[in-house]
């Protein structure tokens, strides 16, 4: 398991800031007025909710002509709520203070179960996947959660970490293991299997508001990775031409009509996978559906061959 998450120490200091930002509020304001003051704590400690309403906003204007099913405004409510609370989870508490909760499993009871790497996204660490590696655990299969550094760093750089990840898992089980990625995840699988040139290392690839063809949302990062998320930009044709060239094992993509950082939805979709939309999930809540769960389940229980 990594020993150091950049991520984990930028989110444990934005969540202190947040909580000291609202508790000094409360405390000046309290004495004049109750109201204001718990007002003025709530709004701090949910400011993220007005950037996320912009998100939202957004997709619907910029998914237009896209032929996915565009979301009634009634949708799109239910799905910002969720979201406010899953980025509460993730970014507050999961992955800025548990993400070493659940260590990777690869001890000896796991040889013969096929088992998993998890890849995830844009300013994340492996604390993202908290109850999927609970829940990995419990059903006895091996896996391996990684930590992609730099967090500002170039897709490309993120190979030798999945490099490590999948050879270990595979050496722990025998089998080739099911990589579940969600977001920029998906795309750093996708480059570490142009490095890696062997689609057998590989049962099958599980991407989950992935944006395979950039997004709309990217325009505005500065970041190398986030560069690399611009729709038609070099980095993604490059590596289109690329896998045009050679063979990918099966992937499946998982995508939204509310996914408010990957849009247009048919974004998160490749070409020859099996494209599978989960309407009315937002980017972070999408991950956690249990309709992927399941699937993902019924992927580590199917056949395949076995790596000596």
């Given amino acids: 398991m990594p020993g150091h998450s950049s991520v984990a120490r930028m989110q444990q200091l934005s969540t202190a800031t947040l909580l000291a930002f609202a508790a000094a509020w409360l405390l000046t304001q309290w004495p004049t007025s109750a109201l204001r003051a718990a007002v003025g704590a709530l709004m701090v400690l949910f400011a993220h909710g007005l950037f996320l309403a912009v998100e939202f906003l957004l997709l619907r204007r910029a998914g237009r002509n896209d032929p996915t099913v565009c979301p009634a405004w009634n949708a ?7 979201e406010v609370l899953q980025d509460i989870r993730v970014f507050a508490w999961r992955q800025p203070f548990c993400w070493r909760q659940v260590p990777d499993h690869l001890g000896a009871e796991v040889r013969g179960k096929r088992g998993a790497v998890f890849i995830h996204g844009f300013a994340c660490n492996r604390g993202f996947w908290l109850p999927w590696l609970a829940r990995v655990r419990r059903h006895g299969h091996g896996f391996v959660a990684v930590n992609l550094e730099p967090v500002f760093g170039s897709i490309d750089a993120y190979s030798e970490t999945v490099e490590r990840a999948v050879s270990q898992v595979t ?4 089998l080739p293991p099911v990589l579940v990625c969600h977001s920029m995840g998906g795309l750093a699988a996708r480059a570490w299997l142009r490095q890696a040139g062997d689609a057998s290392r590989v049962h099958h690839v599980v991407t989950i508001g992935t944006p395979h063809q950039g997004t709309w949302l990217a325009r505005f990062s500065r970041a190398a990775n986030g ?4 729709l038609s ?3 993604l044709l490059a590596l289109q031409a690329a896998e045009a060239q050679g063979s990918l094992p099966s992937f499946t993509c998982w995508y939204s009509n509310c996914d408010n950082v990957v849009f247009p939805p048919q974004c ?3 070409p020859d996978a099996n494209n599978l939309l989960l ?5 972070v809540d999408l991950a956690f559906r249990p309709d992927i769960y399941t699937h993902f389940l019924a992927l580590l229980a199917s056949p395949g061959s076995r790596k000596t």
């Fill in 227 to 230: 560069r690399q998320m611009r």
């Fill in 279 to 283: 309407q009315g999930a937002a980017h």
């Fill in 233 to 235: 930009n070099e980095w």
């Fill in 268 to 270: 998160a979709t490749l």
């Fill in 76 to 82: 799109l409510l239910r799905a910002w709520c969720n």
């Fill in 171 to 174: 050496l722990a089980t025998g």
